[in-house]
């Protein structure tokens, strides 16, 4: 399925179907927070910290993941009130432009996998999914976008420097 997924042509069709409707849901949710001018997550940090995710044994599950909030998220709340929406909206226009594809979906999932730890559901567990899909397809998930220039250029030129030179003798 792994090699289905990572080279076949039509998976690369499927995925780009899938990179467009969560590129889409990225792209608005950045977008409308972005235009607003009125995104602040203090509230929602501050809900997120005095509300932790439990056990059915009433302990704290993510304690680890409060501590972050409380003693870095929430005293830089400015910081995550400027990378939140502008994260979201670059994230969704590089899965609908299929350019750089897999580091897209990366911090996609690292923003799902946040959300989640804070104790948001919505459709985090589905996007989740689609997210890992698209993220273990690498290239393949950007083939049909510009991905098909741009990780060829990437590697001729960024990555040729960074390469090891072998002298045959």
Known sequence: MVKWLRENTIAAGVLT???LFIGYSWLTAGWGKLSSGAFDATGF?????????????????????VSFL?????????????IVPLGEFLIGLGLILGCLTTAAMFFGLVM????????????????????????????????????RWVIPFIRKTVLKKYSPVTKKG
Not at 72 to 82: G, H, M, Q, R, W
Not at 127 to 138: E, K, P, T, V, Y
């Open 17 to 19: 179907l899938l990179r």
């Open 112 to 147: 799902n996998f946040s959300f989640f730890l804070a104790g948001t559901v919505s459709h985090i567990p589905t996007d989740l999914f689609i997210g890992a899909i698209i993220l273990f397809s690498g290239y393949n998930a950007g083939k049909f976008g510009l991905d």
């Open 45 to 65: 940090l501050k809900n997120a910290i005095a509300n932790p995710v439990k056990g059915p044994d009433g302990n704290v599950v993510y304690s680890w993941y």
């Open 70 to 82: 409380e003693n870095i998220a929430l005293p830089n709340v400015d910081v995550f009130n400027t």
